[in-house]
């Protein structure tokens, strides 16, 4: 009973915070199974990041059927990211890096009460205005800030591609978001793959349940976040990471 609460809670606020700001379900599930199930971290990171793959891409086809998906400029950026998130992690190898180990945590809170106060409100034509050579040259130089960081402090993905999409590309916030959980797609599947194979298979059924209940919050939440105004996505979007950013601040605590 306990496994199936904590597989429910952790996977549907994983999906939802997915499928609505391209939240990578690490900073959900992985804090919840190492806590309440005593899980190795490093099983629960890999666990977490297969469970992202597949609320990532079903929240990516929800978001490009509604034409919310900007899959050239999100293949370069992504590819920039993988490489860099190599280069970051290589690097953080030789550096000592205490600090920094929050840093999902908080970046999911300050992000979620930078919605409510400041929202995004870029329409599609703002996103027009900018020439095709711009929009490459930004991604990839994103691109790499994005990866080297996520390399260096290992997470914090989901989070910086909105901020940087929305704040520095200039996205719309549906656009950005849809780009957002496409390019974590690859990325998670990435990682899950690199976990698996260097450390081994997880538990199945905890692995299964977390895919199950990542996937049904991912569907509903990206359906909904398609179906609204910018103005209530961007209130419900900053209280749904407000309160998951608030709910891992306690998990550290109780940690």
Do not use: W
């Amino acid at each position: 009973m306990v496994t199936l609460i904590t597989c429910l809670i952790g996977g549907l606020g994983a999906g939802i915070g997915t499928g609505l700001a391209g939240l990578s379900a690490a900073a959900v599930i992985s804090p919840m199974l190492i806590t309440f199930l005593g899980m190795p971290a490093y099983q629960a990171v890999g666990i977490a990041l297969a469970s992202d793959v597949l609320a990532s891409a079903v929240s990516a086809y929800t978001y490009g059927k509604n034409k919310n998906l900007d899959i050239k400029n999100g293949m370069i950026m992504m590819i920039t990211v993988l490489i860099f998130t190599m280069v970051g992690s290589y690097i953080s190898s030789l550096v000592p890096n205490k600090m920094m180990g929050n840093f999902s945590v908080y970046m999911t809170l300050l992000v979620g009460i930078k919605f409510i106060i400041k929202p995004v409100m870029t329409t599609k034509d703002d996103m027009e205005e900018k020439s095709e050579k711009t929009k490459i040259i930004q991604s990839i130089l994103c691109g790499i800030m994005i990866g080297f960081i996520c390399g260096f402090i290992g997470a914090g993905g989901g989070m910086m591609l909105l901020l940087i999409l929305t704040s520095v590309l200039g996205y719309e916030l549906k656009t950005a978001v849809g780009t957002s959980v496409f390019i974590m797609a690859f990325t998670a599947f990435t990682g899950a793959m690199s976990h698996f194979v260097i450390g081994g298979m997880p538990d199945f059924k905890i692995l299964i349940l977390c895919m199950i209940f990542t996937f049904v919050g991912a569907q509903v939440s990206a359906k909904f976040a398609n179906k609204s105004s910018e103005e209530v996505l961007n209130r419900v979007l900053g209280i749904v990471l407000c309160a998951i950013g608030t709910l891992m601040v306690v998990m550290n605590m109780i940690a």
